[in-house]
Structures are given as C-alpha cells and as structure tokens.
C-alpha cells in the first residue's frame, strides 16, 4: 500500500485499516514467520515536522511462527507500538548519527511516495522473539530420530554411547 506524503503535509494522516491473511507473502530469507493467523487490524498516524514526516503506528494480531526448537507451527500475539522517522534524502551523515541516538527508526526517503507495506513487514518482524519457541520448555527434535519430543517419548534420550552406536542400537530394535 503506497501512501503519498504529500496528503500529510498540511495535516496529520489518521489511517486504520486490516490486513487480512493472504497479505504476507513468504520471505525467501526468513521462514520463522509464517503468516498472520487471523486479520491484523493496523493503525498508523503520519505528520509532517519540517521537512521530515513522523510515523507513528501499532500493530495488532496474530501470527502464525515456526518453532526453532521443534520445527512445528504455532500462533503468536502480536502487539506492537512504533514510531518511525522518515527524512528526505540525501542528508548529512552526521544528522543520521544524531537522529540514531533516539529510539526511532530513521529512513531516508527519495521521494514523496512509502510503501507502507515494507514497514509493516519490518515492524513485525522487529516484534518476533530472536529465539521463537512454541513454549519455554520446548523439549525440540530428538538430534538422533528426529522425533518430536513434545509429542512422543523416543528410546534415543536414555541411552548414551556414540550416534553411530545408537544407530545400530536402532537398526537392532527394529528387528
Ligand atoms: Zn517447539
Ligand atoms: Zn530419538
């Protein structure tokens, strides 16, 4: 969704809008994220300060993770807040060194036009834990039979010795 800033220029911009599920597209870099589970309602507040604009908005709703530990999927709320600072470009570096000392995002913009969709996609990615776990004791994959271990108990976790033992140990069970 592309806004044009101009439309803000002599006043603030109130926009509040949902995205429903088929919104977001996979990330070829990133698969933790999976989708939104249900409609994300979006809120965003634009207003010119000079020659910059301030974003403000929040996110709210439900996505739907991967588990690092356990592979498996699983719904996340989302609750997000941000505030994002957009300057024309090109602007001095050092003003870019000042404007980081905040706890704003700042982007530099070449034209009057955002996608507002790349920030929304940044903003929940930015809310999403660095390690995503379906629950905080996630018992994850058996290294050795890749059994889930949330959901069944495999023979590999009591036994000890060398992987390569313990596979023949399996071979032999199997018989
Ligand atoms: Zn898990
Ligand atoms: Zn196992």
Redesign the pocket.
Known sequence: MIFDLKTAFENPVNLRFKLSPDWWKADEYDNSVLGLDTDMDVSIHIKRAGERYILEGSLLGRLILRCDRCIEPFRFDLKTEFRWFLVPYPKQIQEEIELGKDDMSVVFISEDEIELDDIIRAEIYLAVPMKILCKEDCAGL?P??G?NLNKEK????KSSGHPAFMKLKDLLNNQ
């Open positions: 058996c050795h039979c059994r495999c023979i590999c976790k």
